[in-house]
C-alpha cells in the first residue's frame, strides 16, 4: 500500500492550481513546500511532499497526518553511538537474566533451548529490515509504529493515532522490567522481600527514571549510553566467565554435564516451545528503539541500517554465550527450580557466597534501569507523535462525526507553528455557513493559503471572519 502510494503520485495529479517546487527537493533544502505540493490520489485523500531537517530525502505522507517538523525541537543529537546504545539498552534488559529457566522449561531440552535462542535473532533480523522499509518512505517522522499506522490506514481520519494513543498510554508498562530490578536489589543484600515492599522498589525505580528524564531529556541520553556500556561489559564477563567454566578452570563440576544428550527431554506438546519462543522474541525487543527517535537522526535510514544492525547481532552473540554459560555452570534441575534469579545463581555456583556475588546482583539491577530509561525515552516519541495531533478522541466518531451533523457545523485541521518549533494539527470547529470560505482559505493541510504567497478569494476582511470564528469556536 505504501509502496504504491509513494510511487504513483506524479505531477498530473496535483491539485488545481499547484506549481512545481522540485528545485527545494533537488537543493534538499528543509522545508514544508506548502500548497504547491499537495497531490491528489484519488477519492479524499491528499499528500504533501515534505522534508525535515535531518539530512533525509523529502518523503510523502497523507495531509491528515501530524505534520512534518521542518526543525527537530529535540534537535539531532542522537548519533550512531546513540542508536546501538538506545537498542542495546531496550534489548538488554532482564529478558537474558530472568528467562533462561523459563524458557528451558518450555522447551524441555537445552539444545532446543539454545536452537530457539538463535531462532528469535532470525525473526528480530526479519523485523528490523521491515521496520527499515517503512523508516525509507517516513524519514523525518519520529514515532515509528504510529506514523506508519497513520500513514498506511489514512481514514477514518485521526482514528488509528488515537487509537494507538489509548492503547500506550493504558495498556503499555514496564512493570516486568521493574519487579525484576527489584529482585535482584534485594538478593544483593541478600533479603527475601514481601509482595508489597517487591513492588514498592519496582513503583520507586520507575519514578526515578520518570523524573530524571523529566528534569533533563539530554541527561537521559547520556546515561542511557552510559549504562548500555556497563550492560555490554557485564554481559561479556558473562560470556567469558561461562567459556573459562567449561574449560574446568573453576570449581564447578563436570561443567560439561548439561551438553551431553543436549536434546534429551524435549516436549512433544506444542504449547510450550510455542511460549517459549514468544518470550525470545520479546527479550529481543528493542531492534526498533532507535526508529521511536528518526527525526533526532541525521541520515536516518543509512544510520539505523547500519547501527541498528550492529547492536541486534551484538546482542544475538551475547546472550547465546549467557546461555552457555548458564549450562554450563548450573545444573539443569537446578536452572528449572531458579524462576528469575538464574544469573544470581549462575553466579554463586561459580564464585561461591563472596562479597562479589552481590556486585554482580547489583549489577544486573542496574541492567533493568537502564532498560526502564531507553523504554522511557522512546515511548515518550510514540506519545508525543499522537498528541501532535491534539485529538483527544474516547468517543472518536461522536465528537468528529455525529455532534458536529447534530450542530451543524464540521470539523477541520489547522496547522500551529510554535514557538519553539513544534509543528502540530490542532482541530477547529467551523460553522456550515463559514465552511466554504474556510476551506476557500485554508490548503488540504490546514495552513492559509495566504501564508504560502497565494491568494484567498475571500479577500482580508472573509478571512478575518473565518479567522473569529474559528478562534471562539476551537475544539
Known amino acids: 500500500m505504501?509502496?504504491?502510494?509513494?510511487?504513483?503520485?506524479?505531477?498530473?495529479?496535483?491539485?488545481?492550481?499547484?506549481?512545481?517546487?522540485?528545485?527545494?527537493?533537488?537543493?534538499?533544502?528543509?522545508?514544508?513546500?506548502?500548497?504547491?505540493?499537495?497531490?491528489?490520489?484519488?477519492?479524499?485523500?491528499?499528500?504533501?511532499?515534505?522534508?525535515?531537517?535531518?539530512?533525509?530525502?523529502?518523503?510523502?505522507?497523507e495531509v491528515s497526518g501530524a505534520p512534518v517538523e521542518t526543525s527537530s525541537p529535540l534537535g539531532y543529537s542522537v548519533g550512531p553511538l546513540m542508536v546501538i546504545f538506545l537498542n542495546v539498552s531496550k534489548m538488554i534488559g532482564t529478558g537474558v537474566y530472568s528467562t533462561p529457566a523459563i524458557i528451558l522449561a518450555d522447551c524441555g531440552s537445552i539444545g532446543?533451548?539454545?536452537?530457539?535462542?538463535?531462532?528469535?535473532?532470525?525473526?528480530?533480523?526479519?523485523?528490523?529490515?521491515?521496520?527499515?522499509?517503512?523508516?525509507?518512505?517516513?524519514?523525518?517522522?519520529?514515532?515509528?509504529?504510529?506514523v506508519y499506522l497513520e500513514q498506511a490506514f489514512p481514514r477514518p481520519r485521526y482514528f488509528f493515532p488515537i487509537t494507538f494513543a489509548v492503547q500506550t498510554v493504558i495498556l503499555s508498562f514496564s512493570s516486568g522490567n521493574s519487579i525484576v530490578m527489584a529482585e535482584y536489589l534485594f538478593a544483593t543484600n541478600g533479603h527475601t522481600p514481601t509482595d508489597w515492599e517487591l513492588k514498592g522498589v519496582a513503583v520507586a525505580g520507575y519514578t526515578v527514571v520518570g523524573l530524571l528524564l523529566i528534569f533533563h531529556t539530554k541527561f537521559g541520553y547520556y546515561l542511557s549510553n552510559g549504562l548500555g556500556i556497563l550492560k555490554v561489559l557485564t554481559l561479556v564477563f558473562v560470556a567469558i566467565t561461562g567459556l573459562i567454566v567449561l574449560g574446568g578452570h573453576t570449581s564447578v563440576p563436570d561443567p560439561s554435564s548439561n551438553f551431553r544428550n543436549a536434546f534429551e527431554g524435549t516436549t512433544n506438546a506444542a504449547y510450550g516451545p510455542t511460549n517459549a519462543l514468544v518470550k525470545i522474541v520479546f527479550a529481543y525487543t528493542g531492534y526498533e528503539n532507535a526508529f521511536n527517535v528518526v527525526n533526532e537522526v541525521k541520515n536516518p535510514v543509512k544510520t539505523i541500517k547500519r547501527n541498528g544492525s550492529a547492536a541486534l547481532l551484538i546482542v544475538a552473540?551475547?546472550?547465546?554465550?549467557?546461555?552457555?554459560?548458564?549450562?554450563?555452570?548450573?545444573?539443569?534441575?537446578?536452572?528449572?527450580e531458579s524462576g528469575q534469579t538464574v544469573a544470581a545463581l549462575f553466579f554463586q555456583n561459580v564464585f561461591g557466597h563472596q562479597p562479589s556475588v552481590k556486585g554482580f546482583n547489583f549489577l544486573v539491577a542496574l541492567s533493568a534501569f537502564g532498560n526502564l530509561i531507553a523504554?522511557?525515552?522512546?515511548?515518550?516519541?510514540l506519545i508525543r507523535e499522537c498528541g501532535r495531533l491534539l485529538a483527544c478522541g474516547v468517543y472518536y466518531y461522536a465528537w468528529l462525526y455525529l455532534i458536529p451533523k447534530l450542530r451543524g457545523y464540521r470539523v477541520r485541521q489547522e496547522l500551529l507553528r510554535l514557538d519553539n518549533g513544534v509543528v502540530?494539527?490542532?482541530?477547529?470547529?467551523v460553522s456550515l455557513s463559514d465552511l466554504e470560505m474556510w476551506d476557500a482559505a485554508h490548503d488540504e493541510v490546514g495552513r492559509l493559503i495566504s501564508q504560502q504567497g497565494g491568494k484567498s478569494s475571500l479577500g482580508e476582511e472573509g478571512e478575518r471572519g473565518v479567522l473569529e470564528d474559528k478562534e471562539r469556536d476551537a475544539v
Request: aromatic fraction near 10%; glycine fraction near 10%.
Open 2 to 61: 505504501l509502496s504504491s502510494r509513494r510511487s504513483g503520485l506524479n505531477d498530473s495529479e496535483k491539485v488545481d492550481g499547484a506549481s512545481s517546487s522540485g528545485e527545494d527537493a533537488a537543493a534538499g533544502q528543509p522545508g514544508s513546500y506548502g500548497a504547491s505540493n499537495i497531490m491528489s490520489a484519488g477519492g479524499d485523500l491528499k499528500f504533501e511532499v515534505a522534508q525535515g531537517g535531518n539530512s533525509s530525502l523529502p518523503s510523502y505522507q
Open 112 to 146: 532446543l533451548s539454545l536452537l530457539y535462542w538463535a531462532i528469535g535473532f532470525v525473526i528480530a533480523a526479519a523485523s528490523l529490515s521491515v521496520y527499515l522499509e517503512l523508516a525509507s518512505y517516513f524519514p523525518n517522522r519520529s514515532g515509528s509504529k504510529v
Open 317 to 336: 552473540i551475547l546472550y547465546t554465550l549467557a546461555n552457555v554459560a548458564y549450562f554450563a555452570a548450573v545444573p539443569k534441575a537446578d536452572i528449572l
Open 375 to 381: 523504554v522511557y525515552i522512546t515511548q515518550a516519541r
Open 424 to 429: 502540530l494539527h490542532k482541530l477547529v470547529k
